[in-house]
């Protein structure tokens, strides 16, 4: 799960203060438990001592097996007077014990090692919440795209049915080695909403999603060259490499600069080679990439992406037009 630093640091301080806020409440209770009943504690203590006392008495030797013995029954009739006190205390063990919100993990966000599914929930929901800080992840479904801007024209509604069924196909079957893909069109075309359509369902799966602007990201590129302090997850570069889905939108209409371009090949071709999926949009033409960019860059695009393209009228500019309609009437 290619997630940010900042949002895996975000979820282990989480699952810290879970665990804090958990261990903390039990032991007010117990606390409150102990200073009504004393005696409890000094049994609690008893117990400790108790059960000490049986590493003591194997290096004692002697007669081992009965001193053994003694102790369990000291240990079993402690026990009981202690749950005894809590009954009479309208108490239970539970009470007084670290409710933690994952009982198998204990709210540490690992088993044995190995990531808990608590931990993988959480990396989810944080980073559905930090893309739709900046994008409007729940407004860009697969369930609210709709195809009736398109139906005027008979070949771009039968082409942007592919291109939908396609999106949808490939958000539902997501996974790390999915295909990259190249979104063609022009504006307002749908190219935005689909990519995040399908960014929700990868991060519904668990997948780690960078979602951006090729305009941003080229922004974050170039101040990251001259700055000394990077960034705390991270620089741009690696980030868009290291991730499991990248969003690159609008290529082509960030300021043209020689560093960026040769960046965003470097990415790009990054990517390519470990078999992570990108998926770009775009306004121009294969030949302006190329023109743009590089010939190797386009080849690289050109040969690796699937290639989707839409078409119809800007969908942004029918919505106000039918908004004006609307309000005149």
Known sequence: MGYGIKIYQAARLEMEQRRRQAEAAAQERKDAFFLECPRAREIREEMAQNAAGAGKAVLAGGDVRQELSKLRDRGVSLKKEYQDLLETHHLTESDITPQYQCPHCRDTGFVDGRMCGCMKTLLRSLAFEKLSMSVPLESCTFENFSLEYYQEDERAYQQMQKVFRACKSYGEKFRADSPSLLFKGGTGLGKTHLSLAIAGKAIEKGFGVIYGSAQSFAV???KERFDRDLPE?????????????LILDDLGTEFPSAYVNAALYNVVNTRMLAGKPTIISTNLSLKELED???ERFASRITGYYGKLEFLGRDVRVQRRLRRAKSNSV
């Open 233 to 245: 997850d991270g620089t741009t570069d690696a980030q868009l490499a290291d991730c499991d889905l």
């Open 292 to 294: 743009r960019y590089s």
């Open 220 to 222: 974050a590129l170039e």
